[in-house]
């Protein structure tokens, strides 16, 4: 990742649904000034997703996210429609566009976004009797609704007045409370047969851009090369921040009052629920050998020998209980529908997610009763630190 370029998981997501042929796609491409979505009278036309990255004033780095209809009645519509409910899990802001006065399919789909706002789009008032849209905007007392025509690209200034309303009060930050200008901030990046050849991965990238951004003083180094630069400091640093994988190495090195984290529990802090990730270490002290755990990635990719999720957790967790534990590994934005299988879900870092996917991750956990940790949570368990590590 580009040290200048926002990555997905940090953008506001913008979620576009409706009924088939409301014009959902055109909507976007008006709105965005650009043919982002493929745009046909022919049902079904819109299948997968379709994401679109663009800056919107003052909301900043934004996510359009155009998905199938609703009343999706070809055979993949039932595929379609899940995929538009794994969409639903990480909108930030909800917009429904609707063309026509029937409009309980619609309104069944708000209830799914619960505390997601909403506006409501009325497309095609180029063609809409003044009736209709006056019955439509009854329908959706309550709501924002704007009137628009993605043909005569009419009403998107009212449009974008009204998703700026939205804008985050505050944006979180990694850093926010634990580090302050001029402060020394150490990370320790391992090269291990798991890091990307020629490049930092995205958590690391991230860390770096904050801290610059925060006028910190950043030094990076390798493990075997830790000992050798706290020596030659004149000063002690205020946090090292390390890799999850190798938590007490460096906390058996590093110096006794200076703080130390990972990139993974920042990421557990800022964007899920470290307090549920902590209660869910209570769970890994309750496993034996016939518990069967999952590790939810929240991306996909290519697992490398020493993978942290795949072999190295699962690892520490068979030495303790048993080489009979059940391990399985999931990835993408969505967690597996069988999750009430599970006697523990130990969730990644999460830094490709926006926090609102993360949050609903952990929600749902909840609601089914399973307990839920994180790579550095529980890795600085099995290690013994969990009680030293600053979170």
């Known amino acids: 990742m580009e040290l200048n370029k926002t990555n997905s998981g940090n953008r506001i997501h913008i979620g576009f649904f409706g009924k088939v042929n409301a014009g959902k796609s055109s909507v976007i491409n008006a709105f965005a000034n650009r043919d982002i ?15 679109k990255s663009m800056e919107i004033k003052s909301l900043g780095p934004c996510l359009l996210m155009d998905t199938a209809g609703i009343t999706d009645t070809t055979e993949l519509g039932e595929k379609r429609l899940k995929r538009t409910e794994e969409v639903i899990l990480k909108t930030d802001i909800a917009v429904v566009v609707v063309a026509d006065t029937d409009n309980s399919r619609e309104k069944e789909l708000i209830k799914k976004f619960k505390d997601t706002p909403v506006i409501i789009l009325i497309n095609k008032i180029d063609i809409l009797r003044e009736g209709e849209v006056k019955k439509i905007r009854e329908n959706f007392r309550g ?31 990694l850093f926010d409370g634990r580090v302050k200008e001029k402060d020394l901030v150490l990370l320790v990046i391992p090269q291990d047969i798991a890091a ?18 925060r006028n910190a ?5 390798k493990l075997e090369e830790l000992p050798d630069v706290l020596l030659i400091l004149n000063k002690k640093p205020d946090l090292i921040i390390a890799d999850s994988s190798v938590f007490l190495e460096v906390y058996e090195k590093k110096p006794e009052d200076v703080k130390l984290t990972s990139f993974s529990v920042l990421f557990a802090k800022l964007k899920g629920d470290i307090e549920e990730y902590l209660r869910g270490v209570e769970a890994l002290k309750a ?8 590790i939810a990635e929240c991306c996909t990719h290519a697992p490398a020998e020493e993978d942290i999720g795949r072999i190295k957790i699962p690892n520490m967790i068979r030495k303790k209980v048993g080489e009979n534990l059940k391990v399985d590994v999931s990835s993408g934005s969505a967690f597996p529908e069988n999750i009430s299988d599970y006697d523990l879900i130990i969730q990644c870092g999460g830094c490709m997610l926006n926090a609102k996917n993360i949050r609903n991750r952990i929600k749902i956990a909840k609601e089914k009763s399973i307990p839920i940790t994180n790579y550095g949570i529980a890795i600085a368990y099995f290690k013994g630190i969990l009680e030293k590590i600053d979170y």
């Open 196 to 213: 990307p050849k020629n490049r930092l991965i995205l958590p690391q990238v991230q860390s770096i851009r904050e801290l610059l951004d």
């Open 143 to 173: 709501f924002p609704v704007v009137e628009v025509s993605a043909t005569a690209k009419i009403g998107f200034d009212i449009f974008l007045e009204e998703l700026l309303k939205f804008k985050p009060k505050k944006e979180e930050k």
């Open 217 to 221: 003083i950043v030094m990076m180094v």
């Open 287 to 294: 496993l034996d050998e016939n518990s069967k755990i999952l």
């Open 37 to 51: 979505s493929i745009v046909s009278n022919k049902e079904g036309t819109t299948t997968d997703p379709v994401y």
